[in-house]
């Protein structure tokens, strides 16, 4: 059974850093690229970028201008999302999800409150 479990989230001032996890289970995560996406209150689903199976390509949404890093650790099964800078607009749950064949996977989400 795939399971996406994130973790790391939590309130944390404007301009500071948060690196948010995601451990996988239930396939083998080397084999395959891993998304993250986020919903702000209110709104839809956004994608915030991807990361390939080697880890070593990504590629982001235009808003994130460099302050959000995908990276992975396939022996620890786990993939992180750094994130600098964040501003009161990055408020969001943020999930962890995972494309394989025609089934889409998600977690249960953390939450990220960027407040004074």
């Known amino acids: 059974e795939v399971q996406l479990v994130e973790s790391g989230g939590g309130l944390v001032q404007p301009g500071g850093s948060l690196r948010l996890s995601c451990a996988a289970s239930?396939?083998?995560?080397?084999?395959?690229?891993m998304n993250w996406v986020r919903q702000a209150p209110g709104k839809g689903l956004e994608w915030v970028g991807s990361?390939?199976?080697?880890?070593?390509?990504?590629s982001y949404a235009a808003y994130v201008k460099g302050r959000l890093t995908i990276s992975r650790d396939n022996a620890k099964n786990t993939v992180y999302l750094q994130m600098n800078s964040l501003k009161p607009e990055d408020t969001a749950v943020y999930y962890c999800?995972?494309?394989?064949?025609?089934?889409?996977?998600w977690g249960q989400g953390t939450q990220v409150t960027v407040s004074s």
């Open positions: 239930g396939f083998t995560l080397r084999s395959y690229s």
């Open positions: 990361i390939n199976s080697g880890g070593d390509y990504t």
């Open positions: 999800n995972l494309i394989l064949g025609p089934n889409a996977y």
